[in-house]
């Protein structure tokens, strides 16, 4: 709300059509997944002035690019106006779920029921988990109207005691008893998505929002010193395992995959290891990928030397001093040899002021990675890899970056939603 970029925008009116005006240069919906999924796209990337119909265009590929990476389910949108509100709801959930999740939040094992193993509680979905919490605080409140009560900070290490007035429980009509409780949650800071109407209609989407930001807000779990607890099974999934997990989930899979292994058991029962499980992923991973580039005309098969080859006669061309020797080239950990093959297929998209070249610190390094991730979303390149993959060199997702450009180039892809 208090970006610079936005100020203009807010408040909007609900009624009538100015959040789609709002999201009209493609800038907003830049900034909402950021915000979902902090440090998704750079700033830098983002074209704020003198917009015209293709530097807007360029915005939108941004937003659609980078919310595919965090798991979106994304089609064209341009013109639809309940697709647009389809993806904003997306976008909206990934940020609100981010914490509802045991090896992010250890709190939450306080939701374990007697009887109730922790992986029986690991595999519940987000959505599970918000119903478990709810449930839990109300064993000790009765209704949904004294869950503010249960949970509001009462001082001490919680935070400063917040007052909540429980007389708007006898209130007999549902849409005041509603609005009275509303006004108690937003002594917690936590009134936002619902209107009192959307609380009796048992509108799902928004009650469930308005249900996660008090999570967020005020969990109010304390993690049970329980000695019987196997704790080595709260290791958080590894960026790759995300990866892999955002890829699935932007293709569509139903239902949404919250965790990569538990939520596809029935599916892999063939597979007897589940050690080779992620290599499987990374299979489908590296043909979908590379199924743009199949046909390269003359039968001819892409594979690795295939592609590095393209890269460094693409960079000869156009004059670059980088050249790529393999995906496990140390080089590309400065991020200068995807920045000038962008350039070299995007004449004029990469700044090159924002780029710096020589004596790089880990923090130029990342600086580098980001822009390069973002510029090239922004000219459509459907890219997956995290900043993280090219500062380490990750070969095989230096591999979907290279192939996944080498696509633009080549004209393959013209825009992948479109
Ligand atoms: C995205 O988030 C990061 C970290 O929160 C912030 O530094 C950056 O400026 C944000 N970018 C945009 C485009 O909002
Ligand atoms: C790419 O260029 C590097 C450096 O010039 C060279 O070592 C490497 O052999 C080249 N690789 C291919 C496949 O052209
Ligand atoms: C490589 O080219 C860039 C400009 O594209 C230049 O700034 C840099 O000094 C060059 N590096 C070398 C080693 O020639
Ligand atoms: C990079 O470091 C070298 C040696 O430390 C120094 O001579 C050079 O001026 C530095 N270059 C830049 C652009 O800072």
């Known amino acids: 709300v208090n970006d610079p970029d936005c100020k203009h925008l807010i408040p909007m009116n609900p009624n009538d059509d100015s959040l789609f005006k709002s999201l009209a240069d493609d800038i907003l919906l830049c900034k909402m997944i950021n915000l979902s999924e902090p440090d998704t796209i750079d700033e830098r990337a983002i074209n704020k002035k003198k917009l015209t119909p293709f530097t807007i265009s360029e915005n939108l590929n941004l937003a659609l690019n980078s919310a595919s990476a965090v798991g979106c389910t994304v089609v064209n949108i341009k013109g639809k106006p309940h697709l647009v509100l389809g993806l904003l709801w997306q976008i909206i959930k990934v940020g609100l779920f981010a914490d509802i999740e045991i090896s992010r939040n250890e709190a939450l094992i306080a939701l374990l029921n007697e009887g109730e193993e922790l992986e029986e509680l690991m595999n519940l979905s987000p959505e599970e988990l918000l119903l478990q919490w709810v449930n839990y605080h109300l064993t000790n409140a009765e209704c949904l109207f004294s869950s503010p009560n ?93 990866t892999f997990r955002n890829w699935m989930n932007s293709l569509g899979v139903n239902p949404y995959v919250n965790h990569l292994y538990s939520d596809l058991a029935d599916a892999l029962v063939n597979f007897q290891e589940f050690d080779t499980y992620p290599a499987l992923v990374w299979q489908l991973m590296r043909r979908y990928t590379l199924n743009v580039l199949s046909d390269l005309g003359e039968g001819e098969k892409v594979n690795n030397e295939i592609i590095i080859k393209w890269v460094n006669q693409t960079l000869k061309s156009a004059n670059k001093n980088t050249s790529i020797s393999s995906f496990k080239d140390k080089s590309i950990s400065t991020s200068l040899p995807v920045l000038d093959l962008i350039d070299a297929i995007a004449p004029n998209a990469i700044r090159q002021e924002m780029i710096k070249r020589e004596n790089l610190s880990d923090e130029d390094k990342l600086n580098n990675a980001k822009y390069a991730i ?43 939603f479109t």
């Open 150 to 242: 249960q949970i509001a900070p009462k001082g001490g290490e919680d935070g400063p005691a917040i007052a909540i007035d429980l007389s708007g429980i006898n209130e007999k009509n549902d849409l005041k008893r509603a609005g009275l409780m509303l006004q108690e949650a937003d002594k917690m800071g936590c009134k936002q998505f619902v209107t009192p109407a959307d609380v009796v209609s048992g509108n799902l989407k928004l009650n469930l929002a308005f249900v996660a930001n008090l999570f967020n807000t005020y969990p109010c779990l304390h993690k049970p010193n329980n000695n019987d607890i196997n704790m080595n099974l709260l290791e958080g999934e590894s960026k790759e395992e995300r």
């Open 374 to 416: 973002s510029v090239a979303r922004k000219i459509s390149a459907w890219i997956y890899a995290l900043p993280d993959d090219l500062i380490e060199v990750k070969p095989k997702m230096v591999m979907t970056v290279f192939a996944c450009l080498m696509g633009k180039g080549l004209n393959r892809i013209k825009n992948h």
